[in-house]
């Protein structure tokens, strides 16, 4: 019986990622924008020439 229910889970996992992955094939990588412009970068580079 317990392998029964770890199978039907697994069935069910494979099913949902599989559907998933064929709902929206033609955009592998993940979305976002890229024109954000990066603060981290900014700020590192003034704690550096505050130092310097």
Known sequence: ?????????AALVTYGLNRNNKHNPEHPHLHGSTD?????????ATDLLARA
Not at 1 to 9: K, S
Not at 36 to 44: A, F, G, I, L, P
């Open 1 to 9: 019986m317990e392998l029964l229910v770890i199978a039907l889970i």
């Open 36 to 44: 954000v412009k990066n603060m981290d970068t900014e700020r590192v």
